[in-house]
């Protein structure tokens, strides 16, 4: 759809306004699908790009473990949305998505201002990304940790500290133990590197600033559905991961299930009751409902069905990263790229091609990329990995994973600031600071509107 521009006397003008790319979501696929985008345009004023995100910067999830442990500082791992975006008819706006209309090809979005907003597009990225999902198990919503965002992370290193600080002064056993025992639940990526980083960081400042909590009081466990952990990585790695982490005082239960998670304890396996006060979930995550609301065919996870150009079923609609099902060319229908943010990176590239191709009327071309390869941190200088085929393990495996994840922060200023941190931290430790930041909303109060009125945006017709 091409959206004139209007005239004086109401009628539309000829002249055609720029193609308007829309793209929903302002993590690793949203935001490097418009980078990629710019780069591919360069100087052309026929083309204007939108980036929608509900924050205002882009969070650099991999590290957020160590955010929550207090070696990086939050804002080291957020980038301003509006600093990565550079041509004069690129913007960043600062939204939440509230529908979708391919229809009319509009998008409603709920604004800073708590108006709605319509606006129109021309091409249209769903990289919406994902959200927790909690397979419906009762209790984790009210009383579980996540590991997603930074007030995940947060929250997490409140909670740990409060327990900390509790247990100090608790007279009652049973009490005490709860407080010191934490429960993670999930093997995966970000399971095993927030239980790793999360048992390096009390065991670091248990020691120094917590005397009268003994080494042995601290108990953990990592609680996993599979029959093995990092089941992403080959069983070895997995296997190794698993040893770490038993060495270090984590009681490992693979085939067990959460089934219930309440204030303080957690219920496992056949009914295995754990006394706890702090349970983090990081076992699974399910598409943005919008992506299955806005019409596009979608598969039974909720994830949008593409073509390998990552086409959806709606022309001039295309879905990308977390939120998308994009098959592999040479085993379609079969097997699809991991929703990883390697695989996010470089999607993004063949997709801003493929939208410019789009525009300009060429033959799109299919998403092909083969995984460098996977890399794990599992906390105290150890981690795992099989990069180019090669099995890595150990204080290598650490700095590989460390270095390429510094090498991927986007521009010097934030290499800098992390390098910096890492480096402090190594020469002073970590340290309990505990920030209970009141939240926003409730500080600002309501506005008071039930209907917040619409407006459409220029251009929008």
């Known amino acids: 759809m091409a959206h004139g521009t209007i005239c004086h ?49 882009m969070l650099f999830t991999p590290l957020l473990p160590e955010v929550c442990s207090g070696v990086l500082e939050p804002r080291h791992v957020v980038t301003p949305l509006r600093a990565m975006l550079h041509r004069a008819s690129s913007w960043a706006i600062t939204a939440e998505v509230q529908a979708i209309d391919l229809d009319a090809q509009v998008v409603t979005v709920l604004g800073g201002d708590g108006d709605l907003h319509r606006i129109g597009y021309d091409s249209l990225v769903l990289a919406l990304g994902a959200e927790t999902a909690t397979f419906g198990i009762r209790g984790i919503e009210e009383h579980a940790v996540g590991m997603k965002t930074l007030a995940d992370a947060f929250g997490l290193r409140n909670r740990v500290i409060e327990m900390l600080e509790r247990a100090e002064i608790e007279d009652d056993p049973g009490e005490r133990q709860a407080q010191l025992t934490f429960v993670v639940g999930g093997g995966g990526f970000s399971g095993v590197e927030t239980a790793g980083e999360l048992e390096d960081f ?91 609301e806005s019409g596009v065919e979608v598969d039974k996870g909720g994830r949008a069905l593409v073509r390998a150009t990552m086409e959806t079923s709606r022309p001039g609609v295309f879905a990308i990263g977390d939120c998308a099902w994009i098959p592999r060319p040479d085993d379609p229908g079969e097997r699809a790229y991991a929703p990883t943010a390697q695989n996010a990176v470089r999607e993004a590239k063949q997709l801003a091609a493929n939208i410019v191709a789009r525009i ?89 509107r039930r209907r917040p009125p619409i407006r459409d945006e220029p251009g929008s017709s």
């Open 360 to 448: 300009d009327g060429r033959e799109l071309r299919p998403f092909r990329y083969e995984t460098i390869g996977t890399l794990a941190s599992i906390g105290a200088y150890t981690g795992v990995g099989v990069v180019f085929g090669i099995k890595v393990r150990g204080l290598i495996a650490w700095f590989m994973w460390r270095g390429y994840y510094w090498l991927r922060l986007p521009g010097v200023n934030r290499k800098v600031r992390v390098g910096v941190d890492w480096l402090l931290t190594v020469i002073f430790g970590a340290d309990p600071v505990q920030l209970k930041v009141e939240d926003v909303h409730s500080a600002l109060g309501s506005t008071g």
């Open 202 to 292: 009390i065991h670091r400042v248990r020691k120094r600033y917590y005397p009268k909590i003994g080494d042995r009081e601290v108990r953990g466990y990592l609680v996993e559905l599979k029959d093995r952990l990092l089941p992403e990585m080959p069983s070895d790695m997995g296997a190794y991961a698993h040893r770490k982490l038993t060495g270090r005082g984590y009681q490992v239960l693979l085939d067990t299930p959460i089934k219930e998670v309440a204030e303080d304890h957690v219920v496992v396996g056949d009914g295995q009751m754990i006394p706890t006060r702090t349970v983090i979930w990081t076992g699974g995550i399910r598409p943005a409902p919008l992506v299955g």
């Open 9 to 57: 006397d109401g009628a539309v003008s000829e002249a055609r306004r720029p193609h308007r790319v829309v793209i929903l979501g302002g993590g690793f696929a949203g935001i490097e699908t418009a980078r990629a985008l710019e780069r591919r345009l360069g100087r052309r004023t026929d083309v204007e790009v939108w980036l929608v995100s509900a924050d205002n910067f």
